[in-house]
């Protein structure tokens, strides 16, 4: 379960945060307390930035959010080494049209955990002792180059990366609830590319919204790198 207490703060008042973490993992770090958060999901998903901006994908930041805000409570040195997702349901690959090694690779590599990992080696070899120099992590989506150093990618952020998303992540939750306060509760469903989230979503059948009906339109959310994410964060703080 969250800490009791976990909340954001949204038009003056606290709304609290509940919910249960399927998994963190501790390690002690330099005097810190580093935390891996783990979702497991049905299939596969990624922690996209684009996602977190508009407020799509909430849930793994929000928690982080919440364990951040109690150990500040506690007088404890925490910060996030991970927020990540693993994919329950694995496709087996079959093994008649290839060998033994490959399809055991295959399996691996779709097991990987996804998602966003902080930036700092000591905390990337302590999550995942297989990260060798020349190396791609069995477990973590991280990779080092022959001469040991972390080859670059857009999953890996920097401590005061990671709390600016989880802070992003805050930020639009406390937006939802101010706009749900409010009495703004209309549908504004989100396309991207060519797919609907009204195709997961478990109430369209109450909802009903048609794009034929006037004004009935959907909310289009290009894909954000990693840069452009920080670049837009930094036009807003300005």
Not at 13 to 19: A, D, K, N, Q, T
Not at 85 to 90: G, Y
Not at 100 to 112: F, G, P, Q, Y
Request: proline letters at 4%; charged letters at 30%.
């Amino acid at each position: 379960e969250l800490p009791e207490g976990a909340c954001i703060e949204t038009a003056g008042e606290s709304v609290p945060l509940i919910g249960r973490i399927d998994r963190v993992d501790a390690l002690r770090r330099g005097g810190k307390t580093v935390l891996r958060l783990v979702d497991y999901k049905s299939s596969g998903k990624r922690l996209d930035y684009q996602e977190v901006y508009h407020g799509l994908s909430l849930q793994l930041p929000l928690y982080a959010h919440a364990l951040l805000q109690d150990g500040a409570k506690r007088g404890e040195d925490v910060t996030i080494g991970g927020m990540m997702i693993s994919a329950l349901d694995v496709p087996v690959p079959e093994t008649l049209s290839r060998g033994e090694a490959e399809t055991h690779a295959e399996i691996k590599k779709a097991l990987r955990l996804q998602g966003k990992l902080q930036l700092n080696m000591d905390i990337l070899t302590g999550m995942d002792h297989t990260l060798l120099p020349g190396e791609s992590a069995a477990f973590i989506p991280a990779k080092r180059n022959k001469s040991g150093m972390l080859a670059k990618s857009g999953d890996a952020l920097e401590d005061t990366e990671m709390r600016r998303l989880i802070g992003r992540a805050v930020d639009a939750a406390a937006g939802i609830a101010a706009e749900l306060q409010a009495g703004v509760i209309g549908p504004q469903p989100v396309q991207r590319r060519s797919e609907k989230h009204c195709r997961w979503c478990e109430y369209r059948a109450v909802c009903r919204f048609d794009e034929a009906l006037p004004g009935a339109k959907t909310r289009r959310v290009a894909t954000m790198t990693k840069d452009e994410f920080f670049d837009r964060l930094a036009g807003e703080e300005a």
